[in-house]
């Protein structure tokens, strides 16, 4: 049974026509427009890109396996976050319940019966992914499902629930500001300086943002949680 969404096979990027046999020589002339044509052959598709095309592919077989079936148009971010709820049950991440004596507890120092279920971070990632795709496959920024306001309710509960639950707080890191000294150097023009006048560089904080990284490394489970989708809900 095939198991993956999508219908056909995806040819292989990598894979590259040859053209005729290697065992027959090619004048001179004739191998460097070869080596020229193969050159401009377009590159295979990142890691990011497939991975997005394998989620997009697993949401709509999710909208056809739907009951009843579902249409992408009529799609709504209700229908996003049930999404997300069905992928729970691929999860591996151990999310304590309230009566758990592990509850908040990083290192918990024993197995417990509490479910695992998708990490925040995988979701989060796996939202703007199929956000991106939405749009690049037609869909209008307006109206797409996945930047919806209840989606983004919904990702801010669970991940406050899965901090209290896991005890693994997640927090942005603050920005660091860069020293305030300035130099003649920073300044791009040729300044000339007495003791009694003052250098305005222009330079300014500027911040360095380091971004929340909580969600790094967790596109590998969402990743294998499409791919067990997709046996799933083609049986």
């Known amino acids: 049974m095939d198991s993956a969404f999508g219908g056909a096979a995806t040819p292989n990027p990598n894979s590259i026509n040859e053209g005729p046999s290697s065992a027959t020589a090619l004048p001179p002339r004739a191998s460097q427009q070869g080596a020229g044509e193969s050159s401009s052959s377009p590159a295979p598709p990142s890691r990011y890109e497939s991975q997005k095309r394998r989620d997009w592919n697993t949401f709509l077989q999710y909208?056809?396996?739907?009951?009843?079936?579902?249409?992408?148009?009529?799609?709504?971010?209700?229908?996003?976050?049930?999404?997300?709820?069905?992928l729970d049950q691929f999860g591996k991440t151990k999310v304590h319940l309230t009566g758990c004596p592990y509850f908040g507890h990083p290192n918990p120092p024993a197995p417990c019966s509490c479910p695992q279920k998708q990490a925040w971070g995988s979701l989060d990632a796996l939202i703007g992914r199929l956000r991106a795709a939405y749009e690049e496959n037609g869909g209008r920024p307006e109206s797409n499902p996945f930047g919806a306001r209840a989606v983004r309710i919904y990702l801010r509960e669970v991940r406050e629930g899965q901090a209290k639950a896991r005890g693994i707080p997640y927090e942005k890191k603050k920005k660091r500001k860069r020293p305030t000294h300035v130099s003649t150097t920073d300044v791009g023009v040729n300044v000339s300086v007495t003791p009694t006048q003052a250098v305005d560089g222009g330079g300014g904080s500027g911040g360095v943002g380091d971004g929340d990284h909580s969600g790094v490394g967790t596109a590998a489970n969402v990743g294998t949680v499409t791919a067990a989708a997709a046996t799933t809900t083609s049986v």
């Not at 056809?64 to 997300?84: D, M, Q, W, Y």
């Open 63 to 86: 909208l056809k396996n739907h009951k009843p079936p579902l249409t992408l148009a009529r799609c709504s971010g209700a229908h996003v976050i049930e999404f997300l709820k069905y």
